[in-house]
Antibody
Framework: EVQLVESGGNLVQPGKSLRLSCAAS????????MHWVRQVPGKGLEWVSG????????DYGDSVKGRFIISRDNAKNSLYLQMNSLRPEDTALYYC?????????????????WGQGTLVTVSS | SYDLTQPPSVSVSPGQTASITCSGD??????VCWYQQKPGQSPVLVIY???KRPSGIPDRFSGSNSGNTATLTISGTQAMDEADYSC?????????FGGGTKLTVL
């Protein structure tokens, strides 16, 4: 059974940093690109970042570019999101998601498995 | 930037057909997928690559994509289908989501 379990969400002050983790199990982690998607409670989904199986291809949404860093450790079946210079508008539930298409995202990128999310609150 | 536009809400009577649209410039040239999200739950994939259904998704869910509009159609809508539905596409190394549509089954 595929499982994605996020952790690391917390209440943090504006300007501070936070690191999210996602533990993956039940599939060959290095066969898939992985992504982070966030959602403000009661609002729509927003793509944050994606990373290919070998970390060679990394992309970010415009709202987090230059502040967030995505990474992965295939030996540990883990995905990470380093969040720097946090802003109140980064407050959201952050989901770890798997790209069903395969090792590299592109045309047809589709998220077939989602974690339960970890809540990040940025407030003074 | 490329935008995907969905109606904020759609209402349907039980047993009838619900259609939820997703619009974008030349969207028919891209692959679109759809997610269902119920309150307090993570999104669930219901349609991918425009028309395909993942295993376990009832066949009352179908999709199409042509021109500037993709459509999620739910035939014989049931009360359990009441949820938020979001479309998603990929364009120029960016993943795009529509704003979401709340489907109400009255």
């Amino acid at each position: 059974e595929v499982q994605l379990v996020e952790s690391g969400g917390n209440l943090v002050q504006p300007g501070k940093s936070l690191r999210l983790s996602c533990a993956a199990s039940g599939f060959n982690f290095d066969d898939h690109a992985m992504h982070w998607v966030r959602q403000v409670p009661g609002k729509g989904l927003e793509w944050v970042s994606g990373i290919s199986w070998n970390s060679y291809s990394i992309d970010y949404g415009d709202s987090v570019k230059g502040r967030f860093i995505i990474s992965r450790d295939n030996a540990k079946n883990s995905l990470y999101l380093q969040m720097n210079s946090l802003r109140p508008e980064d407050t959201a539930l952050y989901y770890c998601v798997r790209d069903m298409v395969g090792p590299t995202s592109g045309v047809g990128t589709t998220f077939d498995y989602w974690g339960q999310g970890t809540l990040v609150t940025v407030s003074s | 930037s490329y935008d995907l536009t969905q109606p904020p809400s759609v209402s349907v009577s039980p047993g009838q057909t619900a259609s939820i649209t997703c619009s974008g410039d030349k969207l028919g040239d891209k692959y679109v997928c759809w997610y269902q999200q119920k309150p307090g739950q993570s999104p669930v994939l219901v349609i991918y690559q425009d028309t395909k259904r993942p295993s376990g998704i009832p066949d009352r869910f179908s999709g199409s994509n042509s021109g500037n509009t993709a459509t999620l159609t739910i035939s014989g809508t049931q009360a359990m289908d009441e949820a938020d539905y979001s479309c998603q596409a990929w364009d120029s190394s960016t993943v795009l989501f529509g704003g979401g549509t709340k489907l109400t089954v009255l």
